[in-house]
């Protein structure tokens, strides 16, 4: 489908131009939408030239300036990098194994820091940046808060505002976040704090072929962006010198070999403990996520116009009554832990197995009952939409149909103002059908 012809010219079956990214091992990516810009990463929908895979592509907004190209070999460690290679190398080697356990999290393909040189305002000459480039397995499901957000508005076809979600999902949702968070805390010689795990960063993947087994057609969640993740060693250090309200200053710090050009670091409180902040149980987070599924039937996530008269109040299924328990538990466990934080500040999170196995053993009986439910078969419709939109997603090409000129001026202008819209170190190709 896609096909690089030589260097300034990609076939893509329509007439143009189009971004083209190429990595240091020469691996190319066309670019084709942005999807979100979190706090630390722009990130972008990508399609590999040679296997046509979609793609992630996070690049990042923290862009310090070099002093010269030759500075990229000084730059520190990238943290989402780093924790993704702790766990993949815990994954292979874990030093306290946990066999019946499968941890999810989204897969890291390649990563690189680039030297990007960019023009600034006119009085001032060309300034190199470096860029952290990074490419990750899309999860084709999206992301939790999407999917809670489409389904309250009634976006999801055969779905009305207001509708009970699938209590399986919910509860598999619980068991496989779970499963991952449990091995982050136990398999290592230290726990792993993801910290910052909110419904945006758990990902739903379904399998192309949804009428296979798998789950019987329901999604795998995995979590993402690990860029604020830490180890247990690392949170004690934080929590023990840093204040909550933390200080920001504009700095340039002497410890690294270039200025951090508007880089914004939070600066210790002196003298400031404090223990509430010793480490970052992810528990807390992952039930306000949940609260975005709306699993009590008796509170409709959508507002009723007032014309609208309320409907009689059904009472509540087996199901959605078991996953009522199974979250009281999950609350009892989080409070829990904030109580042994404060009394053992260096013990490990206290073990979430009872949990994962209550979750999976609620996912298997809900399904039996829900599994010619409307609402879940309108679930698992959406989903095969999904995977099978994946497939269907082409790159972005500007520019066709145009005269010579319009072309020369477009080209022009992507060339300098692109990454306003389109970030990283791209270049404008020609497109040819």
Known sequence: MFTILHNRRVRTGQAGYAYLFTTESGTSYLFNRPLFSGSQSHVQLVTNTLTHELTVQKVSKLRPVLQTADNLTKVPEDNEIRIVHLLNDLAQHPVNPLPKLTPRWTTLISHENAAVTKQGPSSLPLRTEHVRVS????????????????????????????????????????????????????????????????????????????????????????????????????????????????????????????????????????????????????????????????????????????????????????????????????????????????????????????????????AHDAFTIEQHNPSLQAFLAWGRARAAQALGVRPFVFGAGEGAEEKEIRVARAEVYGDACVAGPWRVVEAVE
């Open 135 to 362: 490419y990750w397995k899309l999860c084709n499901g999206g992301d939790l808060a999407t999917l809670a957000s489409d389904w309250a508005g009634g976006l999801i076809p055969g779905i009305a505002p207001g509708h009970l979600f699938p209590v399986c999902v919910v509860a598999l949702c619980i068991a496989q976040v779970c499963e991952t968070l449990h091995f982050m805390y136990h398999a290592g010689a230290e726990t792993i704090y993801h910290g910052d795990l909110h419904a945006t960063n758990i990902f739903l993947h379904f399998t192309s072929n949804n009428t296979s087994t798998h789950n019987h057609g329901l999604p795998d969640f995995y979590l993402g962006d690990f860029g604020w993740a830490t180890t247990a060693s690392e949170d004690q250090a934080y929590s023990a010198t840093w204040h909550k309200e933390y200080q920001y200053k504009y700095i340039c710090t002497s410890d690294l070999p270039y200025p951090m050009d508007g880089f914004v670091k939070p600066q210790p409180a002196p003298g400031t403990q404090d223990p509430d902040e010793r480490r970052r149980w992810d528990v807390g987070r992952f039930l306000e996520a949940l609260n975005l599924t709306w699993i009590d039937p008796n509170n409709p996530h959508q507002p009723r116009p007032k014309t609208q008269p309320t409907p009689t109040t059904q009472p509540p299924t087996p199901q959605a009554t078991a996953l009522q328990t199974l979250l009281k538990t999950f609350s009892t466990l989080n409070t829990h832990e904030i109580t042994l934080a404060t009394h053992s500040p260096t013990s490990r999170p206290p073990s979430l197995l009872p949990l994962i196995n209550q979750a999976h053993q609620l």
